[in-house]
């Protein structure tokens, strides 16, 4: 018998920031101005199930998204919001110069009198993006969870800061709600069917294990967890810098151009990492906090007395 699996979402937001659409949906009541903590029916016998926002960076066409919604759809109801077009390394970026253009995706769309029920909605914008208008716009109430993948490629060590896939949790848990990335160590013919089933049964023991507190984390899956028993570890982040370099090359027109080349970061660390953890073969599981602040520094700064002089704004007067 399939457990379901039950989460709630509430976020402070600033007057500024409130809109009318969200109040409409349920997403915010005008008498806390809070995200409200929905449930929908799901299921032929009714049950309550999490409603579940599905996102990537490769882009609403690509295989490991297609492969992490079928197995998604036995947790709950999703609702796929998806790039457009490949965002791979755009980090956190966010379309606020420009506007969002949204086209309805279908999933019979690319061949003729093929099927068409609605696949989701493409977003010429970022990860982000996606995230950010999915639970504006497009969920009809507001998700429990929010899930980017699989990506093509882990996101592991300090990769995590430029990965749109990680972005788009971070999102996610700007909402108060529990996000996960959830990426595979890329191979051209990567097996992403797999990779979901694991992934889907992470996330489904995550969401019983958890305290009711909404949480951020990233899963990388080594292509070697496809074989045999798979394992998992939840370690730290590796922090440290990857070799990268970058190769100077020359146009035809015989003008100088850069390609960067990235390189592996050292294993060598006094415990166990993320990066440490998939070169065994184990899959990773971290833990994340988008609170950049350094505690242990601010408590010593908060102690630290600023003198400012003035005399140079005087002295500036006195010259002209």
Same mark, same amino acid.
């Given at each position: 018998?399939?457990?379901?699996?039950?989460?709630?979402?509430?976020?402070?937001?600033?007057?500024?920031?409130?809109?009318?659409?969200?109040?409409?949906?349920?997403?915010?009541?005008?008498?806390?101005?809070? =995200? /409200?903590? &929905?449930?929908?029916?799901?299921?032929?016998?009714? +049950?309550?199930?999490?409603?579940?926002?599905?996102?990537?960076?490769?882009?609403?066409?690509? $295989? #490991?998204?297609?492969?992490?919604?079928?197995?998604?759809?036995?947790?709950?109801?999703?609702?796929?919001?998806?790039?457009?077009?490949?965002?791979?390394?755009?980090?956190?970026?966010?379309?606020? =110069?420009?506007?969002?253009?949204?086209?309805?995706? !279908? +999933?019979?769309?690319?061949?003729?009198? #093929?099927?068409?029920?609605?696949?989701?909605?493409?977003?010429?914008?970022?990860?982000?993006?996606?995230?950010?208008?999915?639970?504006?716009? !497009?969920? $009809?109430?507001?998700?429990?969870?929010?899930?980017?993948?699989?990506?093509?490629?882990?996101?592991?060590?300090?990769?995590?800061?430029?990965?749109?896939?990680?972005?788009?949790?971070?999102?996610?848990?700007?909402?108060?709600?529990?996000?996960?990335?959830?990426?595979?160590?890329?191979?051209?013919?990567? %097996?992403?069917?797999?990779? *979901?089933?694991? /992934?889907?049964?992470?996330?489904?023991?995550?969401?019983?294990?958890?305290?009711?507190?909404?949480?951020?984390?990233?899963?990388?899956? $080594?292509?070697?967890?496809? %074989?045999?028993?798979?394992?998992?570890?939840?370690?730290?982040?590796?922090?440290?810098?990857?070799?990268?370099?970058?190769?100077?090359?020359?146009?035809?027109?015989?003008?100088?151009?850069?390609?960067?080349?990235?390189?592996? *970061? $050292?294993?060598?660390?006094?415990?166990?990492?993320?990066? +440490?953890?998939?070169? %065994?073969?184990?899959?990773?599981?971290?833990?994340?906090?988008?609170?950049?602040?350094?505690?242990? /520094?601010?408590?010593?700064?908060?102690?630290?007395?600023?003198? =400012?002089?003035?005399?140079?704004? #005087?002295?500036? &007067?006195?010259?002209?």
């Amino acid at each position: 018998m399939r457990k379901h699996i039950m989460a709630s979402c509430v976020v402070t937001v600033a007057v500024a920031d409130y809109d009318e659409s969200w109040a409409r949906k349920g997403l915010l009541t005008e008498q806390t101005g809070r =995200l /409200a903590s &929905k449930r929908i029916a799901h299921g032929k016998d009714g +049950s309550t199930a999490v409603l579940i926002l599905l996102t990537n960076d490769d882009g609403i066409y690509a $295989p #490991g998204l297609a492969a992490m919604y079928r197995e998604l759809t036995q947790l709950g109801e999703v609702y796929v919001v998806a790039p457009a077009t490949e965002q791979s390394g755009v980090g956190h970026t966010i379309t606020y =110069l420009t506007p969002l253009v949204v086209k309805e995706v !279908f +999933s019979g769309e690319r061949t003729a009198g #093929g099927d068409q029920t609605r696949w989701g909605w493409s977003v010429q914008g970022s990860p982000a993006d996606c995230v950010k208008i999915g639970v504006a716009e !497009f969920c $009809p109430q507001c998700p429990g969870l929010v899930v980017s993948g699989i990506n093509s490629g882990l996101n592991a060590g300090i990769n995590v800061l430029y990965s749109g896939t990680v972005a788009a949790a971070i999102e996610g848990a700007f909402f108060g709600i529990t996000s996960i990335a959830v990426s595979l160590e890329f191979d051209e013919h990567a %097996r992403f069917d797999q990779a *979901a089933q694991l /992934a889907r049964q992470i996330i489904a023991q995550i969401m019983e294990k958890k305290g009711p507190a909404p949480q951020l984390y990233n899963m990388n899956i $080594p292509t070697a967890a496809l %074989r045999g028993t798979p394992k998992v570890c939840s370690v730290p982040m590796n922090v440290t810098r990857y070799g990268d370099c970058f190769e100077k090359r020359k146009d035809p027109w015989g003008r100088d151009y850069y390609w960067l080349r990235g390189g592996p *970061a $050292p294993l060598v660390t006094e415990h166990e990492t993320d990066l +440490s953890a998939l070169s %065994r073969g184990m899959i990773s599981l971290t833990p994340l906090d988008y609170n950049m602040t350094r505690q242990a /520094a601010l408590q010593e700064m908060q102690r630290w007395q600023f003198s =400012l002089d003035r005399s140079a704004e #005087g002295a500036g &007067k006195e010259g002209r």
